[in-house]
């Protein structure tokens, strides 16, 4: 073994654990450590189950979500598909992250007319202040919707 190689495979295992703790995860699973061991052994066809095409397989084989391109619709077929029983309708909940609103980047926030994150939310969870200045209220089910909306990436979701 090489050098590299050697001081390489201590920062790629630190970086899986790391990764593993920043990713979204669908709404389905009962907690993030018997999701991590039974679903690593699973062939990825929760992915092809989703219609809005948000599911990804991530380096350590596990599920997670990415709202780049769209949002969650709850719409269980990630759940009903998966054989393994790790995304289960039984452990349905919104999805367990936290979505903020860089104000800053906001274009609302910056006296710029504009509602597109208000538009394609489902549960009316974003309210404005005023004809600017959108928030975002404890109703929102963190779908993702308004993420992939936001023309200057001012919403944002973690882990």
Not at 92 to 118: A, H, P, Q, R
Request: contains cysteine; hydrophobic residues 30%; charged residues 25%.
């Amino acid at each position: 073994m090489k050098r590299r190689d050697f001081f390489s495979s201590f920062s790629l295992s630190s970086n899986e654990e790391q990764e593993k703790e920043n990713l979204v995860r669908p709404p389905y699973y009962k907690d993030e450590n018997y999701f991590s061991k039974q679903c690593i052994s699973c062939d990825g066809i929760c992915v092809d189950a989703c219609e809005e095409n948000i599911i990804f397989i991530s380096k350590n084989k596990t599920p997670y979500l990415d709202f780049y391109n769209g949002g969650c619709t709850y719409c269980d077929e990630c759940a009903n598909i998966c054989h393994k029983n790790v995304l289960n309708l039984e452990f349905k909940k919104n999805i367990s992250s936290s979505i903020t609103l860089d104000i800053t980047k906001c274009l609302s926030w910056n006296d710029v007319m504009c509602f597109s994150c208000k538009d394609p939310c489902l549960d009316d969870a974003i309210k404005f202040l005023t004809i600017f200045k959108p928030e975002i209220l404890d109703n929102c089910t963190l779908c993702g919707f308004c993420i992939s909306k936001c023309p200057s990436s001012a919403i944002s979701i973690e882990a």
